[in-house]
Structure formats: C-alpha cells, structure tokens
C-alpha cells in the first residue's frame, strides 16, 4: 500500500512538472492559452524583418483581441459552417496525408509501374534503338518533287553500301533535324511511339542491319539498327520510375489507398475522414510546430470571416454611415493645399474636345466615369480619360493647364488633343470626395467598439509571472 501512494505521488509530481514546462500564460473567455502558443505568434509576428516590431507586453493586448475575436466566431458558429469546415480541412488535410505514404509504398509503386510497363512493352516486341536518315517529302509536293526525293534516297543508300560513316551522312542529309545531330539516333522506342510504316520496318529488322530505302508518310527513310532487345532491367530505370512516382498525381492516389484501407480495415467503424482526423489529432499532439500552424490557420479562417461579416463588409456597405461619420469627423479631412475636382483627357478629334464637357457638365460627379464610357467608349474607344482628385504633381496634363506648372506632357499615341474639365476645391465637398479614407477610419472604428463590446463579454486574467519567461525558459 505505501508503495502504491509512493508511486502516485511520484506520478503527481510528474504531471506537474511536465505540464509547468508549458504554463498557462492566459486565460480568455474561460479558454487557457499556453505559454508556448503565445510565443509562436509573438515571435512569428515579430521576427528581425518586421518593420513595427512590438515589444512582449505590447503584443499582448493584440493578442488578446486577437483571441477575443476567434472567441466570438466560434460562438456565432461560424467553425461548424460547410465552408469554413472545407476550406480549413483542405489546408490541415494537406499537412497530414504525406504521413500515410512510406518509402516502401513508394518503392512498391515503383516497381508496380515498372512491371506493367515492362511487360506491356515485352508483350509487343521489346525495344528497338534505330537510327534514321529522312529525305522529307511534302504534303504538297508533286510527282517531280516526289522522285527526286526518292533518287536522293537511293544516292545516300549507294554511299553508304560503299563504306560511308551513317552517322556523318545523318548530320549532312537527313531532314530530320532533330536526330540529325545525334548521327540520326532516335534512342530507344517501343511499339505506338512513332509512324506505322517506320515501326513496321524497324521492329522485323536485326540488330547491325541496314535498310534499302522505304516510304512512309513523311518520305523516306534509311534506317541503322543499332540496338534491340527486351525492356530495360529495374536497377537501372528505378531513379527515372521513382521520379515519375514521386509526382503529386502518384503520391496522391497512394495516400487516398493507404487512407482508404485502413478505414476498411476497421470494419466500418471509420470512415476515411475520421481516419485524417485521428492522424491529425495524433500528430498534432506530438508535433508542436505543426499543433501551432493548424492552429493559426484555423483561426485566422474564423478571424477574417468574423472581421469581414462585423466591420469590412458591414462598413463597407453602409453608406449612410460612412456619410454619418463623415460629417462628425469633417475636421479630420481637411487639406494644406487645393485640389481639382475633375478630369484630364486626350480625345483623336478635335469636336470630342468640348463634347466631353458638356456630356458631364451638371452630372454628379460620380457618374462621369459610367456615362463617358457608355458615350465615347461604348464599341470604339474615342477618349482616354483619367479621373478624381488630385494635388499637385498627380498628373502632369493638370499640373499644367490647371496649376499652371511649366512640366511636360506626353499624350497617348493616336490621342494627339488635351483638354482638362473640373474646378478647384479647398477642401472635400462631401464623404464621396475622401470616400476610401472615411471609410478606414470608420472600419476602425467599428473594430475598436466591437472589441471593447468583446473585452466586457469575456473575462481576460494574464500571468504576469509566465508572462516574464516568455522567450527566456
């Protein structure tokens, strides 16, 4: 009996040492945060290239409201939804199915493509390494051209039953370009690679003969049978066939086999998805530089969808609020300098030039761009037209005929005539002037509201003890 409370207690002390090599640094909404998951982020998000380099107690608000907005994805489900279960699988799945394929499946793939391949070559004839001289004969080509073409033939063959080298013909007459510069040598084919009428001849030959010229439908040939024989022994085609193997395609079709077999072997109490998700769940476990990247792509999923549905594209959309902000925050959009309102364009004719103004003269001017394209651009492109605000040194046509800037213009070819139209402005006349800008501040500050909405919601406590090991355990 002591023995055994012995034994407990050194097995309590065991899990407490174990579990204080990676504390608990925070908890958020009840949910702890190691330790060891809070420095993968500070330290991937504060490496030696990061401009806005943060310090550890001014990464850990950012952290924290990071956390806070997962928290609040997962409790609007967004977690459980189709889309984001297929996106965040298809990545997690990806860094778990290369740990079903071994080398010894690939081998035995291997030598699987080997013997199909070999015995379907064998089965056909084997290998024949031939080598050719083509005189070309055209599609085209007329009965003149036709015996010509076979008299040259016939002049080469005569050579070389004198005793000349084939190889230096082939590079001095065949057509063929291509094998011509390898002395005419096609290397090793097998049966279906090339024409019929050339497969025919070579594949009855013997190895060293050299044939009498032959047609095909290319022209004619003379062919040196160099080689033939049996498919290639395993040792030394297995680096080429292992390469072949190792592409996605094989790999992958490997790994859905291996997957698959095992959930059948488990007599229908698995399915191959939960044998992906024991794997994972196995590896993650063991691995934490793999738990932390599954983990960060997981919630960075939840994080941009919950962004996107409660600030990006809500404000985005909400035009009255824009406006509504717009008008509470004018101060903030003022400008140093004035600004033009309007357009710079270069037109090919000479009426276009006032025609463009008076199409937009008394249109709001967010309609010029939709109206001068259905006007002068709709099925030939009469203008080019560049417009919005700008300052000095936006544009050159309106630093010149506007501010009056001593610059040159350079106008597109075939749009030899310039004109400006618009007015200057002191400051924006309305939200749509400095839309973009309105626009991301009010998208922050709908995200600082929300997450003060979510600091009340959910309780946050930090271990400023753990928090000082950080990076230094």
Not at 9 to 33: E, N, S, Y
């Amino acid at each position: 009996m002591k023995s055994l409370m012995l034994t407990i207690a050194a097995l309590a002390m065991w899990t407490t040492a174990f579990a204080q090599t990676d504390p608990v640094i925070m908890t958020i909404g009840g949910k702890p945060v190691t330790r060891s998951e809070f420095e993968y982020s500070y330290n991937k998000n504060n490496s030696e290239t990061v401009v806005d380099k943060k310090s550890v107690a001014e990464y850990v608000g950012l952290f924290i409201n990071y956390k806070l907005k997962v928290l609040a994805a997962e409790a609007a489900g967004i977690d459980t939804t189709k889309s984001f279960r297929d996106e965040f699988l298809t990545y997690r799945n990806q860094q778990i199915r290369p740990a079903f394929l071994s080398p010894k499946d690939l081998d035995a793939e291997a030598w699987r493509v080997y013997t199909q391949t070999r015995d379907r070559i064998n089965s056909t004839g084997g290998l024949v390494r031939p080598a050719h001289i083509l005189v070309l004969i055209g599609q085209k080509d007329g009965k003149d051209k036709q015996e010509a073409a076979r008299l040259r033939a016939d002049s080469i063959y005569n050579a070389l039953q004198k005793g000349a080298d084939f190889a230096a013909l082939a590079q001095k007459c065949s057509d063929d370009k291509g094998s011509a510069v390898r002395g005419g040598d096609l290397s090793w084919i097998s049966k279906g690679q090339t024409l019929k009428e050339f497969e025919d001849k070579v594949f009855a030959m013997k190895k060293g003969e050299l044939s009498k010229p032959f047609l095909s439908t290319v022209g004619y040939h003379i062919v040196l049978l160099k080689d033939k024989g049996q498919f290639f022994p395993y040792d030394s085609v297995r680096a080429d066939i292992k390469r072949f193997v190792d592409q996605r395609g094989v790999r992958e079709r490997v790994i859905t086999q291996n997957i698959d077999s095992i959930a059948k072997a488990s007599g229908g109490t698995l399915t191959p998805e939960q044998v992906l998700d024991r794997k994972a769940d196995e590896m993650t476990a063991n691995d934490p530089d793999l738990r932390n990247l599954v983990r960060e792509y997981h919630d960075g999923l939840l994080l941009y969808d919950i962004s996107n549905r409660t600030v990006w594209e809500r404000a985005s959309k909400d035009e009255a609020g824009i406006e509504a902000y717009y008008k509470k925050n004018k101060k903030k959009y003022k400008w140093d300098e004035p600004r033009f309102k309007g357009m710079a364009y270069f037109v090919k004719d000479a009426a276009d030039v006032e025609a463009v103004k008076d199409t937009v003269r008394n249109v709001a001017f967010e309609k010029w761009a939709e109206l001068l394209r259905k006007s002068f651009n709709d099925s030939i492109k009469r203008i080019q037209v560049v417009k919005g605000i700008f300052k000095k040194g936006d544009n050159a046509l309106i630093d010149k005929d506007v501010f009056g800037k001593d610059t040159t213009v350079t106008a597109p070819k075939g749009y030899p005539l310039s004109a400006t139209f618009g007015h200057l402005i002191n400051a924006p006349e309305n939200y749509h002037d400095v839309r973009d800008l309105v626009l991301a501040d009010y998208q922050d500050a709908l995200e600082k509201k929300w997450v003060a909405t979510l600091r009340k919601k959910y309780k946050v406590t930090v271990d400023k003890d753990v928090l000082k090991t950080v990076n230094n355990h």
